[in-house]
């Protein structure tokens, strides 16, 4: 089978190689046994390298096994699919990154922002700062990239508004951490499932003339950008609080 067989051979170690680093970066994150631009660089970043190289090798190799009628299409066609593990989700979450601003603290009222109260005590000082100092031109940066994000104004009593939001949190399948009533302010953490990376959100709920504006804020602890998750939530909250 000489060299035909070694291509398909090293394309699948390679492809098997690609997903345990991979897998590593994952779990060193989700155990907090990683540095983040470890896992993220060297893991992930290498996982997608190898990836892509075990693909072009295993490609090569299976129109090669096609053209020789020698055996090794299986092995080539799982290399690919085992790379294309690797590869498919880090090269979008590449692609989504590239498309939105290094930002990473989303708010629908960009002049008086929700302010998180409860959820600062289960933040650290190696987490983002919440001040929302940096970049300086953070809030252009939002309106330019999101301008959909805006304050959530409901025809309905304050009170019930609240009720609501609340619902809609617990739905999005967020951890709720606080519930003010009185001041009317919901906080709540929500975990990705992949990556475990956690983000803290704030709603607040206000009167606006007897009906209800209803402010989200979504803020990630880890991260310059958060390729667009935050207002990717506040989305997803915004439409399962206005049915229809």
Known sequence: MG???????????????????AVLAVLGLRLGIMPLPIALFAGLG??????????VLSAIGLVMTLTSGKS???????????????????????????SVP?????????TDPPVFVA????????????DRSAPENLAELQQAA????QPILLDRHPGAAFEDALEAAQAQGWEIV?????????????????????????????DENGAAQVDVRSASRVGESDLGANAARIRAFRDALKPG
Request: proline residues 4%; neutral net charge.
């Open 46 to 55: 290498g996982g997608f390298i190898l990836g892509l190289v075990a693909i």
């Open 102 to 110: 290094p930002i990473h603290d989303i708010s629908t009222d960009l």
């Open 3 to 21: 060299d035909r067989s070694a291509l398909v051979s090293w394309g699948f170690r390679l492809a098997l190689f690609s997903v345990v680093i």
């Open 119 to 130: 959820v600062r005590a289960q933040r650290t000082p190696s987490h983002n700062a919440l």
């Open 178 to 206: 606080s519930v003010a009533v009185e001041e009317g302010r919901i906080e709540a953490t929500d975990t990705t499932a992949l990556m475990g990376f956690k983000d803290d959100i704030v709603i607040r709920v206000r």
């Open 72 to 98: 090794g299409r299986g092995t080539a066609l799982a290399a690919i699919f085992l790379s294309l593990a690797v590869v498919a989700p880090v090269g979008s979450a590449v692609m989504n990154g590239s």
């Open 146 to 149: 999101y301008p959909d994000i």
